[in-house]
């Protein structure tokens, strides 16, 4: 089945790169953010650099969607559909996994500490069923395999029902967020994100209803920013800030990117899985060699490292198991 969507949204790339420098920028910043030169800036970077998280699972929520409908997804290729999220994601996430252990334990043996994690803390991770505590980023990771899981369920029910899902299944999901449930399925407390992009996603396949849709978005935006009641409102607002701003941007922006943000947003996910364990070490390393009125220049020798290790994860790990991932089809062309 043809469609009339772009090959390549410039808008998504833009997002991509965009989220992972909020990210990277966040965990470069924690160490010089007490004490140093520029402190507040970096204190800053690291306050809300974070919430570049919540554009990756926006993004999530609309492109894996917009793949499904595509590809002429039907729900007997459930199985089909996590073996290709398989794929496409998990030999990277392995990598990163050994360069994680690799880096850190180096660094444990230097310093004379024990080793924190085990063969069965490693083994369990290897399948998401817990974070590697070394590289506290999987933990996203874990929320995206959840709404795989999902999402392939819930889309041709989203499509097929879309009010029903409106009116009923979509605001009790929410409201389970809220309860001791969400506790079990981590999915739960990050599930308005990815529905903010499944809505943005039929909107922009022009699916139904496009009032009702924005009218719906509008909603979702609302109870994000009130999610969790006043205890969470800290968190709550610019985590919806970041929210608004990618779904505005997947839809509105339609310019082309320069070829600095394509990079980035290209090797986004590998340097989003490598960057904390290296940056770490680096910033460990470099520190007890500069004088303190410099030590902002961590902060930039951090990504001339990180990105060149990124790309190479990319360009010999990922870029092959995309292919292999684009090989399976849903529906056999005649």
Known sequence: MQHGYSQKLQSLVLLRAIAVLSVCCCHFSKPLSEGFEYSYIFRFLNNYGKYGVEIFFVISGFVIPLSLEKGGYAIQHYIKFLYKRLIRLHPAYLCSIVLTLIVTYVSFKQKHEPFPETTSTISESIFLFQNL??????????????????IGLFFVLLKKHTHLSYLVFIPLLLIASQFTIANHIELLHHLVYFFIGAVGC?????????????????????????????????????????????????????KTISKTPVFLGKISYSLY??????????????????????????????????????WLLYKFVEVPSENASQIIKYKTSI
Do not use: C, D
């Open 133 to 150: 505590g070394l590289n506290p980023v999987y933990w996203t990771l874990r929320v995206e395999a959840e709404y795989y899981l999902f």
């Open 202 to 254: 039929l909107i922009y396949i022009k699916h139904g209803n496009s009032t009702i849709h924005y009218i719906f978005l509008v909603a979702l935006i609302i109870f994000s920013f009130f999610y969790g009641g006043l205890t969470r409102i800290v968190e709550a607002v610019p985590a919806t800030i970041a929210a608004v701003i990618a779904i505005t941007t997947i839809l509105f922006y339609k």
């Open 273 to 310: 899985l490598i960057h904390y364990p290296v940056s770490k070490q680096i910033i460990r390393l470099f520190m007890k060699l500069l004088p303190q009125n410099i030590a902002w220049l961590l902060f930039i020798i951090a990504f001339i490292i990180v990105i060149p290790i990124a």
